[in-house]
T-cell receptor, first 112, second 111 residues
Framework: EPEVTQTPSHQVTQMGQEVILRCVPI?????FYWYRQILGQKVEFLVSFYNNEISEKSEIFDDQFSVERPDGSNFTLKIRSTKLEDSAMYFC??????????FGSGTQLSVL | RKEVEQDPGPFNVPEGATVAFNCTYS??????FFWYRQDCRKEPKLLMSVYSSGNEDGRFTAQLNRASQYISLLIRDSKLSDSATYLCVVNLDTGRRALTFGSGTRLQVQP
């Protein structure tokens, strides 16, 4: 069964450092998303990406965040200068038609 | 009203029990509704979409009540493996694709 894959599974970084979280969406999907979940809290939408551009973003997705699809398979989330409050599980998701989402297993980001 | 609201639980039920979860949503124009399941520190997994006519998948039944703006999930004959957090998920704005998640209802099925 096709799946969304994310790397790394865990990322530890120092405050102020840049991190890049990587995702390989399901191959025939057209819509890509990043969500995050702070420990003990609900899953929150960050950004959606379609046709090589951002289609929607939330208030969380400020200038410190960026997304890229550098080639035909990868989809990345970059946090330019990490803060303590960026510590969370980051989930990548993809969708064929834009409705039903399939999530990757997540990257646990810890900012020290 | 919170955008998507759920009773956090936990619901502790014995094996074989029937359990029901409700969820309310804020925007009467919302069109897409889902139940996802999330195991501890894992990714959300789609359990079922919720249609206006209601739908059933084995032991799971989902209902939508647009007039009252709530959706429900019924689990019959609970199994130990049903223990998880159940997330109510809604596309609140038909002009957008972003999904809004509820905080989840935790279910613990006991032997």
């Amino acid at each position: 069964e096709p799946e969304v894959t994310q790397t790394p599974s865990h990322q530890v970084t120092q405050m102020g450092q840049e991190v890049i979280l990587r995702c390989v969406p399901i191959s025939n999907h057209l819509y890509f998303y990043w969500y995050r979940q702070i420990l003990g809290q609900k899953v929150e939408f960050l950004v959606s990406f379609y046709n090589n551009e951002i289609s929607e973003k939330s208030e969380i997705f400020d200038d410190q965040f960026s997304v890229e699809r550098p080639d035909g398979s990868n989809f990345t989330l970059k946090i330019r200068s990490t803060k303590l409050e960026d510590s969370a599980m980051y989930f990548c998701a993809s969708s064929a038609q834009g409705e039903t989402l399939f999530f990757g297993s997540g990257t646990q980001l810890s900012v020290l | 009203r919170k955008e998507v609201e759920q009773d956090p639980g936990p619901f502790n039920v014995p094996e074989g029990a029937t359990v029901a979860f409700n969820c309310t949503y804020s925007n009467s124009a919302s069109q897409s509704f889902f139940w996802y399941r999330q195991d501890c520190r894992k990714e959300p997994k789609l359990l079922m979409s919720v249609y206006s006519s209601g739908n059933e998948d084995g032991r799971f039944t989902a209902q939508l009540n647009r007039a009252s703006q709530y959706i429900s999930l019924l689990i019959r004959d609970s199994k130990l493996s049903d223990s998880a957090t159940y997330l109510c998920v809604v596309n609140l704005d038909t002009g957008r694709r972003a999904l809004t998640f509820g905080s989840g209802t935790r279910l613990q099925v006991q032997p």
